[in-house]
């Protein structure tokens, strides 16, 4: 072993031995160190800043968050900064799913660190998040979930890891191939599992969320890209000596996205993006609404669809209000006048909603011979003065 090598390796026994150092002396919950903190913490909960958004009523009750439970497969570059953000968020447990292992490739992510080479990413993570909020409940699950052996035990883990042995609040699919994500598709189908798929696009300039609900919105075998309908294998289009781009500030933007929509569609505020694109090239954010596929090559699809189908569709009405005046009595004699512009047919039809012409447009009907100015044997003085009259 060679100098170089040998300090390399004191150099990652180190980083192992201060990361384990740190860990242990911040290893008591968060609650328990609120002293320590600076004044701006209020009650039971370090990450008070969070509970502003309850303060400004933009959420009913944020603390609703720590009762609630995600599960995120993939932790990748969108998954393990997804993971961070709802820790940090105070999420109630998360549910970890992974089975690669950490590379000197992956520290270009936001969240691993060179003495973790080595570890699989799901302890990696687990450890680096139990540091940030020991507060936050970690179940890890280091296994591939499209292997017929393990396929079983995903779904049952989905059904039972809530906080209440239930089924999980939300699952958020962070992974890099098509078919975990048809895996994944497959057992939220079959399980009526509400979920969000996630990705970035190879050359890591672009990216995009989906919210799928089973029966409602699209599911992820109702409009497939074309190496999926084409039942094309994926690992035939990878060429030798090219790998996948990866950038953490798309990755970021990304993960942002996901966690943003997780936080609208739990607490219940703001409207939930059916599909959010991002496209760094142009700045250019695209949203659409995904209707789902009555041809599905997915049966829970299909039944989904039914189910919702012959569900009875509530039926709105607006209350009639009548209006009265905001105040009875007028005891200063205060009165309105209406300065609106009348309203006009024709400028409806060549403006917009809101503006108004400068001037009308000419009308296309007169008849100008009938005005015409007969010049003949007239001079010009005559004409002139004829101009000055008018």
Same mark, same amino acid.
């Given at each position: 072993?060679?100098?170089?090598?040998?300090?390399?390796?004191?150099?990652?026994?180190?980083?192992?031995?201060?990361?384990?150092?740190?860990?242990?002396?911040?290893?008591?919950?968060?609650?328990?160190?609120?002293?320590?903190?600076?004044?701006?913490?209020?009650?039971?909960?370090?990450?008070?800043?969070?509970?502003?958004?309850?303060?400004?009523?933009?959420?009913?009750?944020?603390?609703?968050?720590?009762?609630?439970?995600?599960?995120?497969?993939?932790?990748?570059?969108?998954?393990?900064?997804?993971?961070?953000?709802?820790?940090?968020?105070?999420?109630?447990?998360?549910?970890? =799913?992974?089975? !690669?292992?950490?590379?000197?490739?992956?520290?270009?992510?936001?969240?691993?660190?060179?003495?973790?080479?080595?570890?699989?990413?799901?302890?990696?993570?687990?450890?680096?998040?139990? =540091?940030?909020?020991?507060?936050?409940?970690?179940?890890?699950?280091?296994?591939?979930?499209?292997?017929?052996?393990?396929?079983?035990?995903?779904?049952?883990?989905?059904?039972?890891?809530?906080?209440?042995?239930?089924?999980?609040?939300?699952?958020?699919?962070?992974?890099?191939?098509?078919?975990?994500?048809?895996?994944?598709?497959?057992?939220?189908?079959?399980?009526?599992?509400?979920? @969000?798929?996630?990705?970035?696009?190879?050359?890591?300039?672009?990216?995009?969320?989906?919210?799928?609900?089973?029966?409602?919105?699209?599911?992820?075998?109702?409009?497939?890209?074309?190496?999926?309908?084409?039942?094309?294998?994926?690992?035939?289009?990878?060429?030798?000596?090219?790998?996948?781009?990866?950038?953490?500030?798309?990755?970021?933007?990304?993960?942002? @996205?996901?966690?943003?929509?997780?936080?609208?569609?739990?607490?219940? =505020?703001?409207?939930?993006?059916?599909?959010?694109?991002?496209?760094?090239?142009?700045?250019?954010?695209?949203?659409?609404?995904?209707?789902?596929?009555?041809?599905?090559?997915?049966?829970?699809?299909?039944?989904?669809?039914?189910?919702?189908?012959?569900?009875?569709?509530?039926?709105?009405?607006?209350?009639?209000?009548?209006?009265?005046?905001?105040?009875?009595?007028?005891?200063?004699?205060?009165?309105?006048?209406?300065?609106?512009?009348?309203? !006009?047919?024709?400028?409806?039809?060549?403006?917009?909603?809101?503006?108004?012409?400068?001037?009308?447009?000419?009308?296309?009907?007169?008849? @100008?011979?009938?005005?015409?100015?007969?010049?003949?044997?007239?001079?010009?003085?005559?004409?002139?003065?004829?101009?000055?009259?008018?």
């Amino acid at each position: 072993m060679t100098s170089i090598e040998n300090l390399q390796q004191q150099i990652k026994i180190l980083e192992q031995q201060l990361a384990e150092a740190t860990l242990n002396n911040v290893g008591v919950p968060v609650r328990e160190k609120i002293k320590q903190m600076s004044s701006e913490v209020v009650g039971t909960n370090p990450y008070s800043r969070l509970l502003a958004l309850q303060r400004m009523g933009i959420v009913k009750n944020y603390q609703n968050i720590q009762s609630m439970t995600v599960a995120v497969v993939g932790v990748g570059g969108v998954g393990s900064v997804t993971a961070e953000m709802l820790t940090r968020c105070g999420i109630g447990k998360l549910v970890l =799913f992974d089975y !690669d292992k950490v590379e000197l490739a992956n520290m270009n992510r936001l969240f691993f660190q060179p003495h973790q080479v080595g570890q699989s990413k799901v302890e990696a993570a687990a450890k680096t998040l139990r =540091f940030i909020n020991p507060d936050v409940e970690i179940e890890i699950y280091n296994y591939n979930i499209t292997t017929v052996d393990h396929f079983d035990e995903f779904i049952n883990t989905i059904k039972t890891s809530s906080i209440n042995k239930g089924p999980v609040d939300l699952l958020l699919s962070c992974v890099d191939n098509f078919e975990a994500r048809m895996a994944i598709n497959t057992a939220c189908n079959e399980l009526n599992q509400i979920w @969000f798929e996630s990705g970035v696009s190879e050359n890591a300039i672009s990216g995009h969320i989906q919210f799928i609900i089973p029966g409602v919105t699209a599911c992820f075998a109702c409009a497939p890209p074309l190496v999926v309908a084409s039942n094309i294998d994926e690992k035939t289009l990878k060429r030798d000596g090219v790998c996948a781009a990866s950038l953490p500030t798309t990755m970021g933007i990304v993960a942002g @996205f996901l966690v943003q929509n997780t936080l609208k569609y739990l607490l219940e =505020f703001g409207t939930v993006s059916h599909y959010l694109g991002y496209n760094a090239m142009q700045d250019f954010f695209p949203t659409m609404n995904l209707k789902p596929n009555t041809n599905c090559n997915d049966r829970f699809c299909r039944k989904r669809q039914e189910e919702f189908a012959s569900k009875p569709k509530l039926e709105y009405c607006e209350e009639c209000i009548e209006e009265k005046p905001l105040h009875e009595d007028n005891e200063w004699g205060i009165c309105l006048i209406d300065e609106s512009v009348p309203e !006009d047919t024709n400028t409806k039809k060549y403006v917009a909603e809101g503006l108004v012409q400068a001037y009308d447009l000419p009308n296309k009907n007169i008849d @100008f011979e009938s005005h015409a100015i007969d010049t003949c044997d007239q001079s010009l003085e005559e004409l002139m003065s004829k101009m000055k009259s008018l």
